[in-house]
T-cell receptor
Framework: GAVVSQHPSRVICKSGTSVKIECRSLDFQATTMFWYRQFPKQSLMLMATSNEGSKATYEQGVEKDKFLINHASLTLSTLTVTSAHPEDSSFYICSARDHGSYGYTFGSGTRLTVV | AQKITQTQPGMFVQEKEAVTLDCTYDTSDQSYGLFWYKQPSSGEMIFLIY??????QNATEGRYSLNFQKARKSANLVISASQLGDSAMYFCAMREGPRAGTALIFGKGTTLSVSS
């Protein structure tokens, strides 16, 4: 079945630095990628939708200059958290649109801790 | 208004018992899809079951079944014969529209604890 590889699975970074999270579709072309953020014991909140070759569409309240999304190829989408602060510490997970029966394949998630 | 409502923050069940996790949804679309995912402490999202809005029969996948009541806009997950490994967070989600072009909308989740 469809697989999305997400890296890193865990990252700790210092406040003020940037962190890049990658989601790579291994056996299909991901024309659309959805990026979610999840705080502990809470729901998955959609941050943005990216389509290959075009600018991402951000949800209301998500700072596009802080959370940079690039979807430059059909197999790779990246989320860069710029100038990270402790309040950006969260679980980030991507979901690619695939063309199987149900249409969504999730990455395994990235746990970001900003110290 | 919330699109997906899960009213049970936590549920407790004994091994081998059945459990129902509630989910109601709100949409004006005629074509939509309903999903249930399991999220263990590792964080991965494990797909459990899917129900399309035009599916007349309730979906079943092994020990999981979806009790779809379209008029009431409910899509409850039933887990039969609970196992210790079922302890996790469970999310109900909805896709609005006929195809996977839109993001899934998630409920707040229910934490299921299975005891021996």
């Amino acid at each position: 079945g469809a697989v999305v590889s997400q890296h890193p699975s865990r990252v700790i970074c210092k406040s003020g630095t940037s962190v890049k999270i990658e989601c790579r579709s291994l056996d299909f072309q991901a024309t659309t990628m959805f990026w979610y953020r999840q705080f502990p014991k809470q729901s998955l909140m959609l941050m943005a939708t990216s389509n290959e070759g075009s600018k991402a569409t951000y949800e209301q309240g998500v700072e596009k200059d802080k959370f940079l999304i690039n979807h430059a190829s059909l197999t790779l989408s990246t989320l860069t958290v710029t100038s990270a602060h402790p309040e950006d510490s969260s679980f980030y997970i991507c979901s690619a649109r695939d063309h199987g029966s149900y249409g969504y394949t999730f990455g395994s998630g990235t746990r970001l801790t900003v110290v | 208004a919330q699109k997906i409502t899960q009213t049970q923050p936590g549920m407790f069940v004994q091994e081998k018992e059945a459990v129902t996790l509630d989910c109601t949804y709100d949409t004006s679309d005629q074509s939509y899809g309903l999903f249930w995912y399991k999220q263990p402490s590792s964080g991965e999202m494990i797909f459990l079951i899917y129900q399309g809005s035009y599916d007349e029969q309730n979906a079943t996948e092994g020990r999981y079944s979806l009790n779809f009541q379209k008029a009431r806009k409910s899509a409850n997950l039933v887990i039969s014969a609970s196992q210790l490994g079922d302890s996790a967070m469970y999310f109900c989600a909805m896709r609005e529209g006929p195809r996977a072009g839109t993001a899934l909308i998630f409920g707040k989740g229910t934490t299921l604890s299975v005891s021996s």
